[in-house]
């Protein structure tokens, strides 16, 4: 099983600030890798996939980059609305497999 | 647009099956399309991929849960259904239910809101 480790854990900045996420694989996952995002209490919305394909209707300040092993998220410029938990997960290698999540916290 | 509602009791006791059904609309789950999946995550914590299931039936199980998981299609109602026996506390979760299309097998594109089904006597 591919085990993903992202980080950091948590990520504290304030509205109009750059972020950046990381996303690390126990092996290679070519570039089947997706970025999700989950509010409290809601469902994971997929934003990116297969490392730097924006989902639908996902803004543009979303962007993905990497490949092989190593992945970021970058938010250009932080919204309100963009502070939740960010999840990445492969599809590269069956079980999918999910990491362990960074929170983007308000500063 | 498809939308997915999970189903089921919201209390299980240990040692039992815990069952969820999963209603699709806006879309038939017969088009070949897609696949339908389970996905849970338990409080506080990270997703868990259990299980998809194609239409025709054809199934694919999280090796960490296969000896309890069942996942099953109704086409006619537009249904897919999960089955976990043997649940303990361990399987106290949030369980979704999703889609993956089929030209990018692996990608969760809709969500349904999600079930909090409780593992407790």
């Known amino acids: 099983e591919i085990v993903l480790t992202q980080s950091p854990a948590t990520l504290s900045l304030s509205p109009g600030e750059r972020a950046t996420l990381s996303c690390r694989a126990s092996?290679?996952?070519?570039?089947?890798l997706a970025w999700y995002q989950q509010k409290l209490g809601q469902a994971p919305r997929l934003l990116i996939y297969?490392?730097?394909d924006r989902a639908t209707g996902i803004p543009a300040r979303f962007s993905g980059s990497g490949s092989g092993t190593d992945f970021t998220l970058t938010i250009s410029s932080l919204e309100p609305e963009d502070f939740a938990v960010y999840y990445c997960?492969?599809?590269?290698?069956?079980?999918?497999?999910f990491g362990g999540g960074t929170q983007v916290e308000i500063k | 647009q498809v939308q997915l509602q999970e189903s089921g009791p919201g209390l299980v006791k240990p040692s039992q099956t815990l069952s969820l059904t999963c209603t699709v609309s806006?879309?038939?789950?017969?088009?070949?399309?897609?696949?339908w999946s389970w996905i849970r995550q338990p409080p506080g914590k990270g997703l868990e991929w259990i299980g998809y299931?194609?239409?025709?039936?054809?199934?694919y199980y999280n090796p960490s849960l296969k000896s309890r998981v069942t996942i099953s299609v109704d086409t006619s109602k537009n249904q897919f259904s999960l089955n976990l026996s043997s649940v303990t506390a361990a399987d106290t979760a949030v369980y979704y239910c999703?889609?993956?299309?089929?030209?990018?097998?692996?990608?969760?594109?809709?969500w349904g809101q999600g079930a909090l089904v409780i593992v407790s006597s």
């Open positions: 297969d490392t730097s």
């Open positions: 806006g879309g038939s789950m017969s088009s070949g399309d897609y696949y």
């Open positions: 092996q290679s996952v070519r570039s089947y």
């Open positions: 299931i194609y239409y025709s039936g054809s199934t």
């Open positions: 999703a889609r993956v299309p089929g030209y990018r097998v692996g990608i969760l594109d809709y």
């Open positions: 997960q492969q599809r590269s290698n069956w079980p999918f497999t």
